[in-house]
């Protein structure tokens, strides 16, 4: 299917998450390292430890016990008849926020400007891909 977003692709690349943990013993911050096809790595971390642990028992197979917010979505896109096609990471001033791509049988429906671990938590939930600005690469590099 060519690309049936209204929003450009090219300033994006998909990524797989190949790492969650946490910052600290307490497993108060958690860590995710997104990883390119091609072996680039981007870091993100300050976000809750419990949303680390959503991620990681989502990528196990444990989609039983979904916090509540996620849930709130998991019934909105069934009453719609949605589907969480992607999700697209990028910096906001000095945030990571995402956009989430979600089809239906008629349409296309984009929420902008949200954080970008819950996104990328709901991308593990539905198994959806998770695209990251090509930019975030590079200032990963200089750093």
Same mark, same amino acid.
């Given at each position: 299917m060519?690309?049936? /977003?209204? +929003?450009?692709?090219?300033?994006?690349?998909?990524? !797989?998450?190949?790492y969650?943990?946490?910052a600290?013993?307490?497993?108060? +911050?958690g860590?995710?390292?997104?990883?390119?096809?091609?072996?680039? @790595?981007?870091?993100?971390?300050? /976000?809750?430890?419990?949303?680390a642990?959503h991620i990681?028992?989502?990528?196990e197979g444990?989609?039983?016990?979904?916090?509540t917010?996620? *849930?709130?979505? @998991?019934e909105?896109?069934?009453?719609?008849?949605?589907?969480?096609?992607?999700?697209?990471?990028?910096?906001?001033?000095?945030?990571?926020?995402?956009?989430?791509?979600?089809?239906?049988?008629? +349409?296309?429906?984009?929420?902008r *400007?949200?954080?970008?671990?819950?996104?990328?938590?709901?991308?593990?939930?539905?198994?959806?891909?998770?695209?990251?600005? !090509?930019?975030? /690469?590079?200032e990963?590099? @200089?750093?």
């Amino acid at each position: 299917m060519p690309n049936a /977003f209204p +929003e450009e692709d090219e300033e994006y690349i998909q990524v !797989k998450i190949s790492y969650v943990g946490f910052a600290d013993q307490l497993g108060l +911050e958690g860590i995710v390292i997104l990883k390119t096809f091609d072996g680039k @790595e981007f870091p993100m971390r300050a /976000f809750s430890g419990e949303v680390a642990r959503h991620i990681s028992r989502f990528q196990e197979g444990d989609k039983n016990t979904i916090p509540t917010i996620y *849930n709130l979505v @998991e019934e909105i896109a069934v009453m719609q008849d949605l589907l969480l096609m992607e999700v697209r990471v990028y910096q906001s001033g000095s945030v990571l926020r995402a956009n989430l791509y979600f089809k239906s049988r008629k +349409e296309y429906l984009i929420l902008r *400007n949200y954080r970008a671990s819950d996104s990328i938590a709901l991308a593990a939930y539905y198994d959806a891909p998770i695209k990251v600005r !090509k930019n975030l /690469f590079e200032e990963a590099i @200089e750093q």
